[in-house]
């Protein structure tokens, strides 16, 4: 734009400066020195034109260009920083780190705002459809459906972009440019339904704001005798198990009474505006009043909610043990047999009568000796032996020294998660070691610890015994990786049995813990550990984003694009459950972070009494503008509605007095 400015100003100072001198070459008359044919010449040369002649027209010319190249360069900066239909930017309006940051910081607060307006949108949306019924609100769930898997991709990229994927600078402005896009198609898609649904609602009608009022109010007495259950629930946890067990839900009842007081100012003040004919200022109330009732609907169930789960985990715990010790049996075992196996490659041994030896060490494809938990062995010529192993079925471990109670059955062997933990652990006995075959001379099958011993005769040939590499690749981890989570893993259950017997303890945390413990070792043997792995996980993604959902006026971006990625990965398959565990923690802690620097939102004791101060924090009054996110001007406290960024708080009011 500077150098378009500068040669403009150029061209037009050089046209100045030439002016007058062509003007008076132009305008000079030509001497006369004699006549005749010199006067003939004379006149001659003056209609011939001269070269100085065109400085004028040229310079008007280089004028025109300079001025047709100026709106080139404003119509393609223009056009650079134009949105498309969808919302994404064409390109990126600058380049280097400080414009990446700038975009970053941006796709924050859009995340943050599209997140707040998914949310808010679907808590309308429950009490529209209690009202109204499924089929009267299906149009604006689908749209509520379609920003969610917007916000759900827009989290996903922001995830990956967190944890440097792509690398490439130009890259990651694309990608940022994507999430940008994502958030604003998701906030389109809710404006382009919210008028659609106020008319459905109609609660700028005097009739549908009294039905609407009567609801909430049933609600509100429901989770008032509710809250008051919650606190004799919270003293119970608090009595029967550790400190720790009760923290992702304490101060839950005072914040839900403190939504319940505020709730109760605004339906009172409904009621009023409602008789009063006021319907615009009385639906205003009354999405207050309904998005304070939620929120305490939230603190409740997550009280009770809790309790469920600490009661479930407390059950959970000796069948969790139980099937701790066979994987970490198992494990032992296999470290003794690669340790054997390797020091008997390492001295040259060959086995009589030829043959291979190991867990899933094998010559060839059809004659391989297989053991140990997930070794694909459907072989022709195979000695199975242990739970996981394919293909057991045509050659199942016999004899009077077989698996008791199992002849029949494959245990654990495609990892499966059993209906309840009596039948994981039920599933998991009988794998503690080896199960020989009778007769000796036909061999021996080393039983359920993964484990295949020489077998004379199975594998026609001679074959050395195989070398450190394959046992490293039997049992996927050095020998001494192996050994040491064989060593952690005793510690840890050791600590967990003590802390068991002493009787005070957090049942959540323990499972936890026995699940770390073994996790390492894990080969699908006890399905119960996966059991216990899921219900730690689905009870602290549960606590996160409740934590979320009733804070959302100060937790940031990245403790939500955390919570969102814990949640997809609880719906993948197999469940990643460690995984969205770490991730839920991670983003409850983060979210804390954000409530604490973020402070008291209001000051004040009649705020504070009157729950205010607790409803900005939850969001329920706004106190930022509908397009930036950012703090408002004094007075544009609005409770937020179904839609998106441009129709979220198209109820705002005035502040209460």
Not at 49 to 71: E, K, M, R
Not at 133 to 154: D, I, M, N, Q, S
Not at 495 to 521: F, H, K, M, Q, T
Not at 628 to 635: I, K, Q, R, Y
Request: aromatic share 2%; proline share 6%.
């Amino acid at each position: 734009m500077r150098v378009a400015h500068a040669v403009l100003g150029a061209a037009v100072g050089a046209a100045w400066l030439v002016l007058p001198a062509v003007t008076e070459a132009v305008d000079a008359p030509a001497p006369v020195t004699g006549a005749g044919p010199v006067a003939s010449a004379t006149t001659n040369a003056q209609d011939e034109t001269s070269p100085v002649d065109l400085i004028l027209p040229v310079a008007t010319l280089g004028v025109v260009g300079v001025l047709a190249a100026y709106a080139y360069v404003r119509r393609t900066r223009r056009a650079r920083i134009r949105t498309t239909p969808g919302g994404a930017p064409a390109g990126p309006p600058a380049h280097g780190p400080a414009a990446l940051r700038e975009l970053d910081e941006r796709t924050r607060r859009l995340l943050v705002q599209a997140d707040d307006c998914v949310r808010a949108s679907r808590e309308e949306l429950a009490f529209a459809e209690a009202r109204s019924g499924t089929a009267a609100v299906e149009p604006f769930a689908r749209a509520l459906r379609e920003a969610e898997g917007e916000l759900a991709a827009a989290f996903g990229m922001r995830q990956r972009y967190d944890e440097g994927v792509p690398a490439e600078e130009s890259a990651r402005r694309q990608a940022l440019a994507g999430i940008v896009g994502r958030c604003q198609e998701a906030g389109r898609r809710l404006d382009a339904a919210a008028a659609g649904f106020d008319a459905m609602r109609g609660l700028e009608q005097g009739e549908g704001v009294r039905e609407a009022l009567a609801l909430a109010e049933a609600r509100f007495r429901e989770l008032t005798a509710r809250t008051g259950s919650a606190e004799g629930v919270l003293a119970e946890l608090a009595e029967r198990y550790g400190p720790s067990a009760s923290t992702p839900v304490t101060g839950y009842a005072e914040q839900a009474k403190d939504r319940l007081v505020f709730a109760t100012a605004r339906l009172n003040d409904a009621h009023q505006s409602a008789d009063a004919a006021d319907h615009l200022r009385a639906a205003a109330r009354l999405r207050t009043a309904e998005s304070a009732i939620a929120q305490t609907a939230t603190f409740v169930h997550a009280i009770e909610r809790l309790a469920t789960e600490l009661s479930e985990a407390t059950e959970l715990i000796p069948a969790a043990l139980t099937g701790a010790e066979v994987e970490v049996a198992g494990a032992r075992e296999r470290l003794a047999w690669a340790v054997e196996v390797a020091a008997a490659g390492a001295s040259g041994v060959v086995l009589e009568g030829g043959g291979s030896a190991g867990a899933g060490v094998a010559g060839s494809a059809e004659e391989t000796v297989g053991g140990g938990a997930g070794v694909a062995g459907a072989a022709e010529k195979t000695t199975a032996g242990g739970a996981g192993v394919a293909g057991a079925a045509e050659a199942p471990v016999g004899g009077d020294g077989g698996v008791p109670g199992a002849a029949d059955e494959t245990l654990g062997g495609d990892g499966g998660v059993p209906g309840t933990a009596r039948e994981a652990v039920e599933g998991s006995r009988g794998l503690r070691g080896p199960a020989p075959v009778a007769g000796a001379d036909q061999g021996t099958a080393r039983g359920a610890a993964g484990m295949t011993g020489p077998a004379p005769g199975a594998v026609e040939g001679s074959r050395s015994m195989p070398g450190p590499a394959a046992v490293a690749g039997a049992v996927d981890v050095p020998l001494g990786e192996l050994r040491a989570r064989v060593v952690h893993a005793d510690f840890a259950l050791g600590s967990v049995r003590e802390e068991v017997v002493g009787g005070v303890y957090d049942p959540l945390d323990v499972l936890r813990r026995i699940v770390r413990a073994v996790e390492p070792l894990a080969t699908g043997r006890a399905a119960v550990v996966p059991v216990a792995g899921v219900l730690v996980a689905r009870s602290a993604v549960a606590a996160a984003s409740d934590y979320v959902t009733t804070h959302r006026g100060a937790v940031g971006a990245t403790a939500r694009t955390r919570l969102a990625e814990a949640q997809r990965l609880l719906g993948t398959e197999p469940v990643e459950a460690s995984t969205a565990d770490a991730l839920a923690r991670q983003a409850r802690e983060l979210a804390e972070q954000d409530v604490r620097l973020h402070g008291t939102p209001v000051v004040g004791p009649a705020e504070h009494a009157s729950g205010i101060g607790g409803a900005v924090l939850g969001g329920i009054l706004l106190t930022g503008t509908p397009t930036d996110g950012g703090p408002a001007a004094s007075g544009s406290l609005a409770p937020p509605s179904y839609g998106g960024p441009d129709t979220r708080t198209r109820r705002g009011t005035p502040p209460p007095h």
